[in-house]
């Protein structure tokens, strides 16, 4: 799985593919090449691309170009932006109920520390 990401994130030009599974993008070949074209000289600015793509750097000067610029992954098929994403039209289907609920929630475990994760003790087989 690790190799498909890696030759993604080369197609695309980007390190970072996150932005773009949360907007749900889809492109042809040339809206890749455009995103490449971008996130290309956006680096090359940047002195942010590495190993042919662009690497987000400490100060956040790539995140904020490339809110600035739309992000490129907002963009579905040929350059058109999405009236929803997936994550608007999640927000979109909640009730008011169901945030009151959450606040609720919240309210109630204030204060409170969540408990770390332990894993469950496992047997080891011992070798003979």
Same mark, same amino acid.
């Given at each position: =799985? ?9 197609? =695309? /030009? ?11 993008? *889809?492109?042809? +070949? &040339?809206?890749?090449? %455009? ?5 290309? %000289?956006?680096?090359?600015?940047? @002195?942010?691309? $590495?190993?042919?793509?662009?690497? @987000? ?12 610029? /739309?992000? /490129? +992954?907002?963009?579905?098929?040929? /350059? ?6 997936? $994550? +608007? ?10 945030? &009151?609920? !959450? ?10 520390? !969540? ?7 496992? *047997?080891? *087989?011992?070798? *003979?």
């Amino acid at each position: =799985m690790s190799e498909l990401r890696v030759k993604t994130a080369r197609l =695309m /030009g980007r390190q970072s593919l996150v932005q773009y599974i949360e907007d749900g993008w *889809k492109g042809n +070949a &040339d809206d890749v090449t %455009r995103e490449y074209e971008n996130n290309k %000289r956006i680096g090359l600015e940047l @002195n942010c691309w $590495k190993g042919g793509v662009l690497v @987000n750097d400490a100060a956040g000067e790539v995140l904020k170009i490339l809110a600035a610029e /739309g992000g /490129g +992954a907002k963009a579905t098929t040929n /350059g058109t932006h999405a009236s929803t994403t997936k $994550k +608007a039209a999640a927000a979109k289907k909640r009730s008011p109920k169901q945030d &009151d609920e !959450e606040e609720a929630d919240a309210a109630e475990n204030e204060g409170e520390e !969540e408990e770390e994760y332990q894993p469950a003790p496992t *047997k080891r *087989k011992r070798n *003979k």
